[in-house]
């Protein structure tokens, strides 16, 4: 049973990049198959997709916030990561991580941690 | 990308079945049999309860249903019951090897 939980600063400045982590436990996420993932959700509003990684490295990311975001592994800690740069009070939400299957559904999911955009 | 089309609110009496739609295009929805529901309660993280347009993961009630038809994905709750009062999500893989999230349905239970 995969659990996941993200860790990062509540609070980030404009302009700064935001930077966040998930530590993965029960699985690895270098197993097959698996697709790590960001998907963020504005008080108040849907959910929005920012991208994954795949168990091998490859990268794919929303097109709307792709020239902001980098999605990285880091296998010998078992945890993925999101960075989001030149962040404006637009990107203030609740970031989730999950893992996909196969790159078409997220069966598990973090708790959501809040990231403030405000100086 | 738009977002898919979902219906902002739907409402039903318990024990009754209510139908949350998802419009897409042949981009996203027409075009695969990836599209997935989502549930979630407020202040908690979404919880999947379709996958692949109608597979169940285990655990989850078989008043749950999914089906798709042209670019048009649907989830039916049959039975309803006070637990199901949340916000339900689609998504869908696109041709643009990217996911695709609907806006998302209030459903409320009378």
């Known amino acids: 049973h995969v659990q996941l939980q993200e860790s990062g600063p509540g609070l980030v400045n404009p302009s700064q990049t935001l930077s966040l982590t998930c530590a993965v436990s029960?699985?690895?996420?270098?197993?097959?198959?698996?697709?790590w993932s960001w998907i963020r959700q504005h008080p108040g509003t849907g959910l929005e997709w920012i991208g994954y990684i795949s168990y091998s490295g490859s990268t794919y990311y929303n097109p709307s916030l792709k020239s902001r975001v980098t999605i990285s592994l880091d296998t010998s800690k078992n945890q993925f990561s999101l960075k989001l740069s030149s962040v404006t009070a637009a990107d203030t939400a609740v970031y989730y991580c999950a893992k996909s299957q196969g790159g078409y559904y997220f069966d598990y999911w973090g708790q959501g941690t809040l990231v403030t955009v405000s100086s | 990308q738009s977002a898919l089309t979902q219906p902002a609110s739907v409402s039903g009496s318990p024990g009754q079945s209510i139908t949350i739609s998802c419009t897409g295009t042949s981009n996203d929805v027409g075009g695969y049999k990836y599209v997935s529901w989502y549930q979630q309660h407020p202040g908690k993280a979404p919880k999947l309860m379709i996958y692949?347009?109608?597979n169940r993961p285990s655990g989850v009630s078989n008043r749950f249903s999914g089906s798709k038809s042209g670019n048009t994905a649907s989830l039916t709750i049959s039975g309803l019951q006070a637990e199901d009062e949340a916000d339900y999500y689609c998504?869908?893989?696109?041709?643009?090897?990217?996911?695709?999230f609907g806006g998302g349905t209030k459903l409320t239970v009378l």
């Open positions: 029960g699985g690895s996420i270098s197993s097959g198959g698996y697709y």
């Open positions: 998504t869908s893989y696109t041709t643009s090897t990217t996911l695709l």
């Open positions: 692949d347009v109608s």
